[in-house]
């Protein structure tokens, strides 16, 4: 039997970014991990229905109406004002008015909320007390522990995420270090089956690297660019994205750079399909890897890339020997490992022998066996 699913995130398609100008404002991180909850859901025949806060700039200053995308069936768009606070008081009232209109003629089989934003938990919480809606967190990034969050927001978020917490049916992690008091399922990534014949090439000339990241502490732009001196191999090491990071990258004087900044997702796609090598070097050392995953990884390896990446979290686990771990988050260690790789890429037994173990992790983690134990969790849920 079809279940009907309200999934409440922040996903973003190019109607809204042209009437609210919210591209500066979209991690093209966070839309993948949306789509591909949504592509999980629907592979296990669940009816989705997509209600984005689609959050703009909070000072605009200006008001922008609600409307349903006519670029994909089942997705709505909150009303939003764009002053600090009332920004998720608008996006709250616009939601509650979505969800009472929509209940009076179907019904929903469970919520799933995108982490704990101020306004997502708030119509969890209504929902669950007026209607008896099931809850499902999709939990990552830890706001509490959000360097970038301080002072009452700090303390706001910690009381509702007591709340949430306390609600609580069922939750997507994106870790196994997370505790939740409910019914949980680790959903690291999903990944469609890989086209046959699957190509993992080795490098016959100079071998390229990507690094695409935000630019910041945390997500280990500080530790590449310190590991640059120590690596012995040349390459070109193309660097995207945007954040506090990029005078760092112009100032670092390293010939084999190549920096583009921010890019639109299809022209980083295009970038990965060029690459032989993509770089994780998010720090594990850090409160933000415990709330975390890199899902780019999946996307990495189903491109048919070698991975390098830090320790942490379950990477070392996702990864099941398909790609290089180093550790510590020293620099030293990454540059060994950025010479490992090319090393490898060089090597025809050792590229076929890393082909097969990608193969293995992408069939592991296909969006088929996502999605049957996304389903198991939402049968306990609604008490199918």
Avoid at 9 to 30: K, L, M, W
Avoid at 61 to 76: D, H, I, M, T
Wanted: glycine share 6%; aromatic share 10%; proline share 3%.
């Amino acid at each position: 039997m079809e279940r009907t699913i309200l999934y409440v995130t922040n996903y973003y398609r190019e109607d809204v970014i042209a009437q609210r100008h919210s591209e500066p404002f979209i991690s093209q991180a966070g839309q993948n991990k949306g789509r591909y909850i949504m592509d999980v859901l629907a592979q296990g025949k669940n009816q989705v229905l997509v209600w984005s806060n689609a959050w703009t700039g909070s000072r605009s200053f200006r008001f922008y109406r609600g409307f349903a995308s006519k670029l994909q069936e089942n997705l709505y768009y909150s009303s939003i004002l764009g002053i600090p606070f009332f920004n998720a008081v608008s996006c709250y009232l616009s939601s509650r008015r979505f969800l009472k209109h929509y209940l009076k003629d179907h019904t929903l089989d469970a919520m799933i909320i995108y982490n704990m934003r101020l306004e997502n938990s708030l119509l969890a919480l209504y929902a669950k007390k007026h209607y008896g809606i099931p809850l499902i967190l999709q939990y990552e990034d830890g706001l509490t522990t959000d360097a970038h969050i301080g002072g009452w927001k700090r303390l706001v978020y910690g009381r509702m995420e007591k709340k949430v917490f306390a609600a609580l049916d069922g939750a997507f992690l994106v870790n196994s270090r997370i505790k939740v008091p409910c019914e949980a399922v680790v959903i690291r990534g999903a990944m469609k089956a890989l086209p046959e014949p699957f190509l993992f090439a080795p490098v016959t000339k100079k071998p390229k690297l990507l690094f695409a990241s935000t630019l910041d502490t945390q997500r280990g732009i500080d530790v590449l660019l310190e590991a640059l001196p120590y690596t012995k191999e040349d390459f070109i090491l193309t660097i995207t994205g945007r954040g506090e990071g990029e005078e760092k990258i112009r100032a670092c004087g390293d010939q084999r750079i190549r920096f583009l900044g921010y890019l639109d997702y299809e022209t980083y796609k295009k970038e990965l399909a060029d690459a032989d090598i993509c770089i994780n070097a998010q720090l594990a050392n850090h409160a933000f890897a415990e709330f975390s995953f890199p899902s780019k990884i999946y996307e990495y390896l189903s491109a048919g890339k070698l991975v390098i990446s830090s320790d942490m979290a379950d990477v070392e686990e996702a990864l099941g020997g398909a790609g290089i771990v180093y550790h510590d988050d020293a620099p030293e260690k990454l540059a060994e490992a950025i010479d490992r790789a090319i090393a490898l890429k060089r090597d025809d037994a050792a590229n076929e022998r890393q082909r097969e173990r990608i193969l293995r992790v992408v069939e592991e983690n296909s969006i088929g066996r996502v999605a049957e134990k996304v389903n198991q969790l939402l049968d306990k849920v609604s008490g199918r």
